[in-house]
């Protein structure tokens, strides 16, 4: 109600309140459209003449404004003979003109018609909202079950086994199609023997064995490869009072290749009392999707179970030939190994032959001049103590060969006791000095006093030496040198014999044939 008159809007008030109506003085047209700025209204009562802003101006710019030019505007005037007023006011907008003074009645059943269409307009927008708020719940809900979808086809299509397809299949399709529960069989190709069997409620955990309730057997022989089966407790034939606990059902077939290979069936949709055709299309759209990827799980697995078998039969191969390989060169070292030892065979009877034949010389030499009896004394003494040290030569050969017998044999007798190394390297250093100065070969001698015991067999020990030195004095040059140091590391002993002969190759046993030991010493 505008009017600059207090007493004008006492009496519009008076004739218009009523306790489901907001009557809204203002004293202006500055003041009704401040109030419009931020309000509604269902019809606006404008006085055409008021100070400053009249009540045309005021309507004009009710127009002019986004919020409000559909406000109707009735005009209140006490001026019947201005037809441009009339003109104008109808030109901006104003549904009725009303001349005052006013009929009660008439301003009453005028205001009430336009507070009327107001309600219904409002409760219509409200109406309209609220619709549009459902059909952007029911778009998002479907883009959430699009979304779901398209992320179970994904699951699916990532497992390779066929039963954990089907059991993700379970859990998901429960849970998108929003039903207590669900179950899913794929049978052989028999179509009789049940190859996977799985059953998900909201009430308890995943099994894989259970009872199929008779009237969903009855629903289930209705199936088609090209129709669902939705039901429920409408459908007098089957949901009656044999299946309490079945409010509703849906059921579908599961088609892999060109042939049923199984179905599943959902049981009450949560909140509702039947399933809807979204759901019916969405149950085929999952039929499709858990057929493709358990067919794809079935040749995956069937190609592991040939790669595995494949896989399995070659490493039986690969390791027929590896043993055929090691069998192999276990034979050419063993080959190998008997060559070296006829070699080293014929070696020492060499050897050993050279070695008798070397005293035996000597020794028939000697006694044929011996025999001759043209020696004279000093001759004589000579030539026996060379018989004698030839013969000794001879008996200390004989007992290495035995000693080599016995260490192949394993029969070599050790007597260990307390060993004094300074004695022993001297009596087998006097045992071959003769024939070192018989060479002009001197030995140089270093034993470390403080650590000259040790643990062992004291005539092995010098048979030991005696051989080193032996060997080192044969094949050392005319006017050489020889080299014995024993030096201490920790409880150990370190011998080692150096000369100025050809010396020893690296390799265990080569350079004086039998004579020389294991570890490469003489």
Request: proline fraction near 3%.
């Amino acid at each position: 109600m505008v009017d600059d008159s207090a007493t004008n809007l006492l009496a519009l008030e008076s004739i218009l309140r009523a306790p489901d109506r907001n009557l809204i003085r203002a004293n202006s047209g500055d003041d009704a459209l401040r109030y419009l700025l931020d309000n509604e209204a269902a019809v606006v009562l404008l006085d055409v003449y008021m100070p400053g802003i009249d009540g045309l101006q005021t309507a004009e710019l009710i127009r002019g404004r986004e919020k409000s030019r559909d406000i109707p505007i009735i005009f209140l005037t006490a001026n019947t003979t201005g037809h441009t007023h009339l003109s104008r006011g109808y030109s901006l907008g104003a549904v009725d003109y009303i001349v005052k003074p006013i009929d009660p009645a008439v301003l009453r059943s005028k205001v009430a018609v336009f507070v009327e269409l107001f309600k219904k307009t409002r409760q219509v927008k409200r109406q309209a909202e609220l619709l549009e708020e459902k059909n952007r719940e029911l778009e998002n809900a479907n883009l959430e079950r699009l979304r779901m979808l398209i992320d179970l086809g994904h699951e699916l299509s990532a497992e390779h086994e066929p039963a954990r397809v089907l059991r993700n299949f379970c859990e998901s399709a429960r849970a998108l199609i929003d039903a207590e529960q669900i179950t899913v069989a794929i049978f052989d190709d028999d179509g009789h023997s049940v190859r996977h069997f799985f059953r998900s409620s909201s009430k308890g955990p995943l099994v894989s064995d259970g009872e199929i309730p008779s009237v969903i057997q009855k629903a289930l022989h209705r199936l088609t490869s090209e129709q669902p089966v939705r039901l429920d407790e409408s459908d007098d034939l089957l949901l009656a009072e044999e299946a309490e606990a079945v409010h509703s059902l849906l059921a579908t077939k599961i088609i892999s290749g060109s042939a049923a290979s199984g179905w599943f069936y959902l049981v009450n949709k949560v909140g509702a009392n039947s399933f809807s055709e979204a759901d019916e299309r969405l149950a085929s759209n999952l039929a499709t999707h858990v057929a493709v990827a358990y067919e794809n799980a079935t040749l995956y697995a069937e190609a592991q179970h040939h790669a595995t078998e494949l896989s399995m039969e070659m490493a039986v191969r690969k390791q027929a030939e590896e043993e055929r390989a090691r069998l192999l060169v276990r034979e050419q070292a063993a080959r190998a190994e008997a060559e070296a030892a006829n070699r080293n065979k014929d070696e020492f009877l060499a050897t050993l032959s050279h070695e008798l034949r070397t005293p035996l010389t000597a020794i028939l030499g000697w006694s044929h001049l011996l025999r001759s009896q043209n020696l004279n004394d000093t001759d004589t003494v000579r030539a026996l103590d060379t018989i004698e040290r030839n013969a000794k030569s001879q008996s200390q050969l004989i007992d290495d060969l035995l000693d080599v017998s016995r260490i192949i044999t394993g029969k070599l007798q050790i007597d260990r006791g307390p060993v004094d190394l300074s004695s022993v390297i001297e009596a087998a250093v006097d045992a071959v000095r003769p024939a070192a100065e018989a060479k002009s070969i001197g030995f140089d001698i270093s034993i470390e006093a403080a650590r000259s015991y040790v643990l062992g067999d004291q005539n092995r020990l010098q048979q030991v030496f005696w051989n080193l030195f032996s060997n080192a004095v044969k094949f050392t040059p005319r006017g050489g040198q020889v080299s014995v140091d024993a030096t201490g590391t920790d409880s150990r002993m370190r011998i080692s014999v150096t000369d100025t002969g050809i010396g020893i190759t690296p390799e265990p046993g080569v350079g004086f044939g039998y004579r020389a030991s294991p570890d490469g010493s003489s």
